[in-house]
């Protein structure tokens, strides 16, 4: 599996996979790719914790909430979009590899959606 295929891992894969200690650390290194924890709105884990904390809650993401593993060049557009639009237009454009490339082809699928 080469890592410039995988842009985000939904939490139902990776919780209960090898990556799963993703959970203690926020942040893993794999496949020369680094991916981190973000929620529905694509906010990563270390920026959830500390609304948590100021907000006095028990947990950075609730249960329940999603909490993918996305590759951290892809964030900003993951952020961008929100969850369901993203995933959305990772599967309108399975062939994206680089960030750069789904910048340029995010302003023509915005478009037509």
Same mark, same amino acid.
């Given at each position: 599996?080469n890592?410039?295929?995988?842009i985000?891992?939904?939490?139902?894969?990776?919780?209960?996979?090898?990556?799963?200690l993703?959970r203690h650390?926020?942040?893993? =290194?794999?496949q020369e790719a680094t &991916?981190?924890?973000? !929620? /529905?709105?694509? #906010?990563?884990?270390f %920026?959830c914790?500390?609304?948590?904390e100021?907000?006095?809650?028990a947990?950075?993401?609730?249960a329940?909430e999603?909490?993918?593993?996305c590759?951290?060049?892809?964030?900003?557009?993951?952020r961008?979009?929100g =969850?369901?639009?993203?995933?959305? &237009?990772?599967?309108? !454009? /399975?062939d994206? #590899?680089?960030?750069? %490339?789904?910048k340029t082809r995010?302003?023509?699928?915005?478009?037509?959606?």
């Amino acid at each position: 599996m080469n890592s410039d295929n995988i842009i985000v891992i939904t939490e139902e894969y990776w919780v209960n996979s090898q990556l799963s200690l993703v959970r203690h650390t926020g942040r893993i =290194r794999f496949q020369e790719a680094t &991916f981190i924890i973000v !929620n /529905k709105e694509g #906010k990563d884990i270390f %920026e959830c914790s500390e609304e948590a904390e100021k907000l006095g809650r028990a947990q950075a993401i609730p249960a329940g909430e999603p909490a993918d593993l996305c590759r951290e060049d892809f964030v900003p557009i993951y952020r961008k979009l929100g =969850r369901e639009k993203f995933l959305k &237009f990772l599967a309108a !454009n /399975k062939d994206i #590899k680089t960030a750069k %490339e789904a910048k340029t082809r995010l302003k023509t699928w915005m478009d037509g959606n």
